[in-house]
């Protein structure tokens, strides 16, 4: 079975700082994990994906990942934020032997940015 | 957006009245779902298909159907609306194989009174 447990249900940081968004995931497979964004009151945007090529992965907006088997973990950091980047943000595992190639979602991480 | 159309966007229903809400997408995946979103629970599993007339439960089935009779629409329907059945609601799409990833609708916003 897969799951997710994002550590963080909000987060706040002032504009111009790190960003870092954790994710922890149990799967009994070899996953693929996601990170996506939700701005208020739209629907889910994909900022990147691990799928068993590099561990390091870089997506939109100058966000990346980086994917850590021996920590089931898979973070999401972003160097300086803006305020554009304030959203809730998704992190999702799956695989494609689960039964039904679902989507497993965290309960979400919500961030602030301060001006 | 994967050419992925939910409709309605928003309804307002009475409590006991069936409502169906429709996800219709044009690049013919064969994986669809149906989630729901609530605060402090992120997106949670109701339905999904794996093909025409092929559908499973998933986390949070209790009080809904769905049906897809064709490769392009998949309806969820809520058969005697309940309040606990207030959320926003996205239907989404699998592609396959290595490159895997989700495509979402914009949502619709149901709300039971």
Known sequence: AQSVT?????VSVSEGTPVLLRCNYSS???PSLFWYVQHPNKGLQLLLKYTSAAT???GINGFEAEFKKSETSFHLTKPSA???DAAEYFCVVSDQRDTGNQFYFGTGTSLTVIP | DAGITQSPRHKVTETGTPVTLRCH??????YMYWYRQDPG????LIHYSYGVKDTDKGEVSDGYSVSRSKT???????????????SVYFCAIKTQGRNTEAFFG???RLTVV
């Open chain 1, 6 to 10: 994002q550590l963080d249900s909000h």
């Open chain 1, 28 to 30: 009994s497979y070899s």
């Open chain 1, 56 to 58: 390091l992965v870089k």
């Open chain 1, 82 to 84: 803006h305020m554009s």
């Open chain 2, 25 to 30: 997408q044009t690049e013919n995946h064969r």
């Open chain 2, 41 to 44: 629970h992120g997106l949670r």
């Open chain 2, 72 to 86: 392009e629409d998949f309806l969820l329907t809520l058969e005697s609306a309940t309040s606990s059945q207030t």
């Open chain 2, 106 to 108: 914009q949502g619709t």
